[in-house]
């Protein structure tokens, strides 16, 4: 039974799209910080310069004061800012590199796929030509 579980699980580890999904993953981690240090090291600075020198990850509202035993409660929301702005640059990148992916996929089938065969319509005289033919056998 043991090994009849761990056979299943070696063969769905090694399968092509596992294998894909796991690279996938780490190729977006590791972009997930490059957007990250793009949006906090370059996009942010000049934002935060234009508004007054402001540094967003400094933004907080207190909601209770530090004392000499606890620290003050802050809600951070300059930090949830460069959050949304990387969720925003990460799933525009994606959903681009999907149209990209799309419009390959499409024309390799448009180039594969066999030319569809001309129905054309007979005109009048073949069609008047193909009954002179039928009556003839016909006789």
Request: proline residues 5%; aromatic residues 6%; hydrophobic residues 55%.
């Amino acid at each position: 039974m043991k090994g009849d579980i761990l056979k299943q699980f070696k063969a769905f580890a090694m399968r092509g799209n596992v294998v894909d999904l796991a690279v996938g993953i780490i190729i977006g981690a590791a972009f997930g910080k490059i957007v990250s240090s793009i949006v906090a090291d370059i996009i942010m600075p000049p934002i935060g310069l234009l508004l007054g020198g402001l540094d967003f990850k400094d933004l907080a509202i207190t909601l209770k004061e530090a004392t000499a035993t606890t620290p003050a409660v802050l809600l951070k929301y300059g930090a949830f800012i460069n959050t949304v702005i990387d969720f925003v640059i990460i799933a525009w990148a994606i959903f681009m590199l999907v149209k990209l992916l799309e419009a390959m996929k499409k024309k390799e089938e448009a180039a594969s796929a066999p030319p569809a065969p001309a129905t054309v319509s007979p005109s009048e005289d073949v069609i008047l030509l193909r009954e002179i033919r039928d009556l003839l056998k016909s006789k």
